[in-house]
C-alpha cells in the first residue's frame, strides 16, 4: 500500500530530505511505498490539506496557517501537524531591491500579488503596521505559478516567496529582491513548511507514518551534511522546473540547510510555544475569524490539538 505525500510546490529543495530518501533506496530498506505527489500533475487543482482532507493523500506539505485555519472551519475536518520541515522561516515578503521600497511601510499605497490563502492579506496588513504603516494596499490574485512573475514584471510591488527559491532565481537572472521577514517585524508565523496528516488517518497508518518519519529525518541529516550531494539527488529523483540547472540546485540547497535542523540537531519537532505565541497573535489582531469575518475569542481553538510528536522518531 502506497503511502503518498502532497507536496505543496513542485519539488523544490524545501522538500530534500524526501527525495534524499527516496533517490538512496531508504524508504525501499523499511518496504514503504511513497509517492511524492507534485500538484503540477494535476495543474494545482486542490491544496495539499485539501487532498488530506478528502482521503486522496496520507500527508501534505503546509503552513502553520493551513492547520488553524481547518480547525476553525465548521464545514472541515480538524488536521494536525505532525512535523516541521524546516525551523527557520526562508520565506519573506519580497520587493524589487532597486524599487523605491526599502521597508514594508513603504508598501501602503502599493499592489500585493496574493496567493488568496485565507489570512495571508491580514498578516501582509499586520507586517505594514507593526512597521508604522496603516497596511492600507491593493491585492491582485494573478495564476498560483505566476505570482512571483508579477513582481518581475512590476505589476506587483511586492509579494510572498521564499527567499532560497524565487529570491535566488531573480538573483541568477540578474534582479535582487529585497525580502522582509515576517519575525523581523514580530510577526509570530509558526511553521512553514511542515507535514500534517488527517487524526483518523494517521492512526490507521501509525506504523507507516513513523517509519516515513524516521526515515525522512534520516534524509534531511544527510542533506545538512552535504547539501551538494542532495540536491543531485533531487534532481535525479524529481521532475519538475529548474531541475536540469544543478548550479541553481545546488546554490538553493546550500541556503536551506541551515534552516532544518533545530540547534541540537534534531529535525521535524515543534515548540508548543511557538505554536501558542501564533494563535495568540491571530486572536489579539482579530485575523482569527470565522468564515463569515466574526472575530474568535480566546477559547476558541486548543493549540495542544493542532500538532503532536507523538510520530517523530
Do not use: C
Not at 527567499?163 to 541568477?172: C, H, K, Q, T, V
Not at 487524526?199 to 513513523?210: F, I
Not at 534524509?219 to 540536491?231: C, L
Not at 538553493?252 to 541551515?258: F, H, I, L, Q, T
Amino acid at each position: 500500500m502506497t503511502l503518498t505525500l502532497a507536496l505543496d510546490w513542485t519539488p523544490n529543495t524545501n522538500h530534500l530530505g524526501f527525495f534524499v530518501a527516496q533517490a538512496r533506496g531508504w524508504y525501499d530498506d523499511r518496504d514503504l511505498s511513497v509517492d511524492l505527489f507534485s500538484p503540477a500533475r494535476d495543474g494545482y487543482a486542490k491544496t495539499p490539506a485539501k487532498r488530506v482532507a478528502t482521503g486522496e493523500a496520507d500527508l501534505g506539505i503546509a503552513p502553520s496557517e493551513s492547520v488553524v485555519s481547518y480547525a476553525t472551519h465548521p464545514d472541515y475536518d480538524d488536521l494536525v501537524a505532525v512535523a516541521a520541515v524546516a525551523q527557520q522561516d526562508t520565506s519573506a515578503i519580497a520587493t524589487l531591491a532597486d524599487s523605491a521600497i526599502d521597508r514594508p511601510r513603504d508598501l501602503d499605497g502599493g499592489t500585493y500579488a496574493s496567493y488568496g490563502a485565507r489570512f495571508e492579506d491580514d498578516i501582509v496588513t499586520e507586517l505594514i503596521r507593526n512597521d508604522g504603516g496603516d497596511g492600507e494596499f491593493e491585492t491582485i490574485e494573478p495564476e498560483m505559478l505566476e505570482v512571483p512573475d508579477v513582481l518581475l514584471s512590476g505589476e506587483a510591488d511586492a509579494t510572498w516567496v521564499f527567499m532560497p527559491w524565487e529570491g535566488l532565481l531573480a538573483e541568477r537572472a540578474g534582479t535582487s529582491l529585497q525580502g522582509f521577514g515576517l519575525d523581523e517585524y514580530d510577526v509570530p508565523y509558526g511553521y512553514t513548511p511542515l507535514v500534517l496528516g488527517h487524526p483518523d488517518r494517521l492512526a490507521e497508518r501509525r506504523e507507516e507514518v513513523q517509519a516515513f518519519l524516521e526515515t525522512t529525518e534520516r534524509g534531511y541529516r544527510a542533506a545538512v551534511e552535504d547539501p551538494v550531494a542532495a540536491a543531485d539527488d533531487l534532481a535525479t529523483a524529481a521532475e519538475g522546473p529548474n531541475l536540469d540547472d544543478r548550479e541553481f540546485f545546488r546554490a538553493s540547497a546550500e541556503r536551506v540547510a541551515d534552516a532544518v535542523l533545530t540547534d541540537d540537531g534534531a529535525w521535524g519537532r515543534m515548540a508548543h510555544d511557538r505554536w501558542a505565541d501564533f494563535v495568540d497573535w491571530l486572536l489579539d489582531r482579530d485575523v482569527l475569524a470565522s468564515v463569515e469575518g466574526e472575530p474568535l475569542d480566546a477559547g476558541a481553538l486548543d493549540v495542544d490539538a493542532l500538532y503532536t510528536e507523538a510520530y517523530l522518531p
